[in-house]
Each structure stands twice: as C-alpha cells, then as structure tokens.
C-alpha cells in the first residue's frame, strides 16, 4: 500500500510538473528541422533562472514565471519563456492570459508586443510531456482555454505585434496569427541556420488545436492552408513571406537589434506620433468586423468611429488639420 501510495504521488507530481511547465517538453510543432535546436532538457528546473522566478499560488506555493511582462514607455512587452523552445502548456496559458489582460487594462500602455525567450525559438507549440500526461478531458479544456486567450488577444483594441525571433511553429504559429502584424527576424551573422515556419500538427496525427485552422485560412488561400496543414513541412522564412504569413522581414545581427527594431516599430504608432485610441479601434473592426456579416460590420464600424469622434486625439487631429500644423496626439 505504502508502494502504490508513493509511486500515486510521483506520477501526480510528475504530471503536475508538466501542466506547469518544466522546460523539458518538446512541442507539437518540433519537426527534425527545429529538433536540434530544441535539444532535450531534462529537470524540473530545466527552464534555467526563469524557474525560481514567479508568483504565489492560491496556496502559497511559488510558481514559475512563464510569461514576463515589462513596459517601455507606452509598450507592453510580452515574452514567453519556457527554454529551450518556449512551449506552451496551461499554466503558461494562463499566464499569457493574466498578461493580456493586464495590458488591456493599462490606459498607459498602447501597443502591445510579443516574443519569445532566446535566440532559436519564438515558441514550438504545446508542450508535448503535459499533452501525454492529462486526460482527454484536460486536453479539451486547454484547447478551449486556449482559444479564449488567443481571441481575446486578436479582439483586444490595442496593436499587438509578434517578434518571431525564431522557429515558429504549431502551436507558436497559431500564437503568431494572433497577432495583428508579425515580423521574423532574419540572422545576418555568419553560420546562422535559417528559422522554420508551420502548421506540422498533422505529422503527430492531431490537427492545428489552438486556432491554426480557422486563422490560416483567413490569413491566405483556403486550398494552400489546406495543403500546408495536411502535408505538415515548415517552410522558411522567404516562403512564409511570400504565403502573406508575415508582415516584414527584419535582417539583424543580434537578437537585441531584432528586438530594438521591433521596439521602435512598435512605438511608430504610439502617441504622440499616432493617435492610439484610433489605431486600436481600427484593429479592432476589422478584426470583429471580419468575423460577422458585412451589415454587422459596419454596424460595428460607426459605433467605434462615434467612440473617436468624442475623443482628445479627434479634436487635435481635425484642429491640427485646420490649423496647417502636424498634430501632437496624446492617446485619449
């Protein structure tokens, strides 16, 4: 009894540890292209420093920091950090909710943006220790958790962008089609292996769980999403330009000269430079409006264009307009 009671606790413990999130599970979508450099760690504190970072739990216990958030002025910099390959499990998903949230609830910040942690992976999908170690019944809840998290990120009225500073892939594209616009970053130092892009779900015999299906067939051809999806290769990050998959194509260095041109990109359309409050609010009826019939969209359209005419920003812009002078908005 005390045997079966001992070896209970350890398989608990060990799928515990998975549903949080221990750095040593590889994702749906780590293809022979990107297994490399996702190696295999091992260890419950295989995410290295991240894992003695986090908050308390309901019951006091310390959890590991998944999602790190920090502002730069009026940007919120998401960045999700589960080395080596940054792949998601519930507890991350969870955190990357709280994350979205807190920066949908920041007057101050403006535009948001999303990486992930190192220089080979953006994210490599679900993390495949946790998938085979809950029930189905789980498995369904976190795709439905999932899907939330992620429509409220696209519904979110504020910009968000996806750096893709590595291997996109599975369930980490899905995660990248969320976003309104998605910049790769493209090595430029000597020896550097070229990053993979895709949907290879169908390789595992599972299909794109996280939204892959329904975003990449509103994002290009419905007969080319089908293909990609059902043949399961990556492809780089040229081809995946060309598909209409990204936005731009970011040649850099380092991982911090990506990041800091991002950064600025980022801050393009923050105020003074833009009015934000319109930025965020036409992002907000296309990606509504595309989702409903074209009467309900533009029905959406007017509601949000009467919430800008009351605005500070509208009142400086027309005035600037009047006036021969470049506005100063101020993001209200």
């Given amino acids: 009894m005390v045997e079966k009671t001992a070896q209970k606790g350890a398989e608990d413990a060990g799928a515990a540890r998975a549903r949080a999130g221990d750095g040593s ?16 760690a091992s260890g419950a504190d295989a995410g290295g420093q991240s894992s003695a970072a986090g908050d308390r739990d309901g019951r006091g216990a310390r959890q590991r920091t998944l999602v790190r ?52 992976f953006f994210c490599a999908g679900a993390n495949i220790t946790m998938l085979q170690s809950v029930t189905p019944r789980f498995k369904y809840f976190f795709c439905l958790h999932a899907n939330e998290t992620l429509n409220r990120l696209e ?26 616009f998605r910049y790769a970053w493209k090595p430029t ?18 299909l794109p769980g996280t939204g892959g299906t329904q975003r990449l067939s509103r994002l290009i051809r419905k007969d080319l999403a089908i293909y990609h999806m059902t043949s399961g290769r990556t492809f780089g990050v040229e081809e995946a330009r060309e598909l209409g998959l990204l936005t731009d194509v970011i040649e850099a260095a380092s991982l911090d000269a990506f990041v800091q041109r991002v950064t600025e990109i980022a801050r393009g359309y923050c105020a003074p430079a833009k009015a934000a409050k319109a930025v965020g609010l036409i992002k907000r ?48």
């Fill in 155 to 180: 519904q979110t009225p504020k910009l968000v962008i996806g750096a893709l500073n590595g291997h996109t892939v599975g369930g980490g594209m899905e995660i990248a089609m969320a976003c309104d």
């Fill in 189 to 206: 130092a000597e020896g550097a292996k070229p990053f993979q892009y895709g949907l290879p779900e169908v390789n595992l015999g599972v």
């Fill in 25 to 40: 599970g590889r994702g749906d979508g780590v293809t022979p292209e990107t297994a490399a450099d996702a190696g295999r």
């Fill in 285 to 332: 009826a296309v990606q509504s409006g595309a989702e409903a019939s074209f009467g309900e969209g533009l029905a959406i359209e007017r509601e949000l264009q009467q919430q800008l005419f009351q605005s500070e920003d509208a009142k400086e812009g027309l005035g600037a307009y009047n006036e021969k002078r470049k506005a100063s908005f101020g993001g209200a």
């Fill in 69 to 120: 958030y920090a502002t730069e002025g009026a940007v919120a910099l998401l960045e999700l950090s589960d080395p080596p390959a940054n792949t998601y499990t519930h507890e991350m998903m969870r955190q990357l909710d709280e994350a979205i949230l807190r920066a949908r609830m920041d007057d101050d910040v403006q535009v948001i943006v999303i990486r992930g942690e190192g220089e080979k």
